[in-house]
């Protein structure tokens, strides 16, 4: 979304990655001006989806683009406006659906009844509007809620890596050969 709406021209977000430019953004747009309808809003699951979102948001971009008579590429003068509305949405639909998890541990009894802890990491978790939602919803559970600095909530991949190197260094479940390991798509 932040590379649809050109944010990477946007003179306050150049040097920002996409989803840092929409929250930086949306501190100061009106989330209130477009409302986007949550994905797999049927679907009573724990699942995320954000393909669905993503079409909306681009189809709303198309329209505010006509409406202002501008090309894709220029700036939308509602472009804070669009980043608050969209960080929103994607905020609600984690919580939504991580509260849902979180019932569904408690009911299965795959959570401790007293101390549980919801761990948030990765790129996502250092957006502070989702983490203040989670922080909500873990205060509202009785459940810490964990968050690496956001310094440390970089891509996936990255932390997927550390965890690698780290486990190589304590010698823990690491292979050294690839003998034997049958890797499989999905």
């Known amino acids: 979304i ?3 709406l050109s944010l990477g021209k946007h003179p306050e977000c150049h ?3 996409g989803g840092q430019a929409i929250e930086h953004l949306a501190q100061t747009g009106n989330q209130e001006l477009l409302t986007f309808r949550l994905p797999m809003h049927h679907y009573q699951n724990c ?8 079409n909306l948001v681009y189809n709303a971009i198309v329209q505010k683009e006509k409406e202002e008579g501008i090309q894709e590429g220029e700036t939308l003068s509602c472009v ?6 969209v960080q929103h949405a994607v905020a609600v639909h984690i919580i939504q659906r991580t509260y849902r998890a979180m019932l569904f541990c408690i009911k299965t009894s795959i959570l ?10 990765g ?6 509007y ?5 922080q909500n919803l873990a205060d509202a559970n009785d459940f810490a809620l964990l968050c690496p600095p956001p310094r440390l909530c970089t891509d996936n991949g990255v932390m997927i ?11 823990l479940g690491v292979l050294h050969s690839t003998d034997g390991i049958r890797y499989e798509p999905r």
């Open 2 to 4: 932040a590379r649809r």
């Open 15 to 17: 040097s920002m990655a």
């Open 47 to 54: 699942n995320f989806s954000f393909s669905g979102l993503q």
């Open 80 to 85: 804070k406006d669009v980043a608050a509305a």
């Open 112 to 121: 401790p009844s007293k101390n549980a802890t919801l761990v948030v990491s």
């Open 123 to 128: 790129g996502v978790a250092s957006n502070q």
């Open 130 to 134: 989702i983490r203040k939602g989670l």
């Open 161 to 171: 890596a550390w965890n690698g190197i780290e486990r190589l260094r304590a010698g």
